[in-house]
């Protein structure tokens, strides 16, 4: 750091705290929802307000460079900068602000333009610096947009973690998607997991000795549980690595080796006889829009006329179909959400008919709490297994990730499709 560059020690009165809650006062059009806590120890704001403290000019620099919500996690997750109290509410607070006071969208130029103050406080201080380098967590994805290979580097980023960290989060069965609270939000995990499961099977129909197709079949929990519970004969599909080992792990434990087949394929790959059902859970939201019709005819030509597909899969409105930047940028790389009825288009322009829309809003609210639970109840465990950063990364997630389903920014429907052709359905396989 040159000389120019260093922190000043002679702050003006009330510290780096009053200055930027001076600098921010035009475009909050009010004073500072929070208590801030600034790098030299002075403080701003609310005297009984929830202490938000930026540990050092790093923190100043990434918002800096990154207005707004991917340069607040960046910050966040390195622990330059600190919620003291309880995250969810911290959000909700920014978020209720933001909404009552209208606050426009803020890039680097406009903050420039409209914050003159606050940039001189960031040379002064040392925070008008190089963007810093991304947080190790962040991901790094490259190549062509949903080509094979970058696909497989997004699911790896997330879902090849540590299969050690999500037999900690997760329930025994190993579901990552939303459980089926049929009993209501004091249900057990596992148990709502299971109601998952098991009405993801009757839902399409398996009975003794039917082929199922489980597309994206993370951990194996459909997997196992069709063969296990309803005799079928299942083949799974995956491009994660880690998760096909542990699964066959999985397989090799329970003796389902006849019953049980996992591949490390993309689902562009499957090309098998019909089989008799198929199922996809929250897979379809990595494929990307311009790949949905290609997902969409892969169900259908992977299922017999007459057969039952059914997908579980994450809607939301709105500018972000990622879901926003922090998890565009640390989460799902490339993920692509829409309004359910946008998706029931795809999948009836490929043939399939629609017999059912089921929505389980409420039930990730539910089941994202469970997760959110384990992880700040053993967080020690979770640091050990992924780091501090992993872990903050995780909090965050589970976090904003509940309070958008509770707030219907996002919403999560089982989708019941049918090839037609075959014998006439009288009834459907459902409930």
């Known amino acids: 750091m040159t000389d120019a560059a260093r922190p000043s020690t002679d702050q003006p009165a009330g ?40 540990r050092t000019p790093r923190a100043l620099t990434r918002m800096l460079w990154a207005p707004g919500e991917l340069g607040a996690a960046q910050a966040y997750v390195t622990g330059e900068l600190e919620v003291h109290g309880d995250v969810g509410e911290a959000l909700d607070l920014v978020r209720a602000t933001v909404a009552a006071r209208e606050i426009p969208r803020l890039t680097p130029a406009r903050v420039a333009r409209l914050l003159p103050d606050l940039v001189r406080l960031a040379k002064d201080t040392g925070a008008l610096a190089r963007p810093p380098a991304p947080p190790a967590t962040q991901a790094v994805i490259k190549g062509r947009l949903h080509s094979l290979a970058r696909d497989r580097a997004s699911i790896s980023h997330h879902y090849d973690l540590s299969n050690e960290f999500y037999e900690f989060l997760l329930d025994p069965h190993m579901a990552y998607s939303s459980a089926y609270y049929v009993d209501g939000p004091d249900m057990p995990l596992q148990a709502a997991q299971a109601a998952k499961l098991d009405l993801v099977c009757r839902k399409v129909g398996l009975t003794e000795g039917s082929r199922f197709l489980d597309v994206g079949c993370g951990w194996g929990s459909l997997s196992l549980y069709a063969a296990e519970h309803f005799g079928a004969q299942v083949t799974g599909v995956t491009i994660a690595a880690e998760q096909k080992a542990f699964i066959d792990a999985r397989i090799r434990e329970r003796g389902l080796q006849d019953r049980v087949e996992i591949r490390l394929q993309d689902y562009r790959e499957v090309r098998d006889e019909p089989f008799d059902a198929v199922a996809s859970l929250e897979m379809g939201e990595h494929v990307g829009e311009k790949n949905y019709d290609t997902y969409a005819a892969m169900l259908h030509r992977s299922v017999t006329p007459g057969g039952y597909v059914l997908v579980q899969q994450m809607s939301r409105r709105g500018v972000h179909p990622g879901g926003g930047p922090f998890i565009e940028q640390f989460i799902a790389p490339d993920m692509t959400m829409r309004p359910v009825g946008d998706t029931l288009n795809f999948l009836q322009d490929a043939g399939l008919e629609v017999r059912g829309v089921h929505a389980l809003r409420e039930h990730y609210v539910w089941t994202v709490d469970a997760w959110h639970r384990t992880l700040e109840e053993q967080w020690d465990r979770a640091v050990e297994l992924i780091g501090e950063e992993g872990a903050r990364v995780w909090r965050l997630y589970l976090v904003g990730g509940s309070q958008a389903f509770r707030d219907n920014r996002m919403g999560v429907d089982q989708l019941l499709l049918r090839r037609p052709g075959g014998e006439p359905v009288v009834t459907d396989p459902v409930r």
Request: zero cysteines; glycine letters at 12%; hydrophobic letters at 55%.
């Open 15 to 54: 510290g780096v705290a009053a200055r930027i809650e001076a600098a921010l006062r035009p475009l909050l059009a009010g004073a500072l929802p929070v208590r801030l806590r600034a790098w030299d120890g002075s403080e701003a704001g609310p005297v009984d307000g929830m202490v938000v403290e930026l």
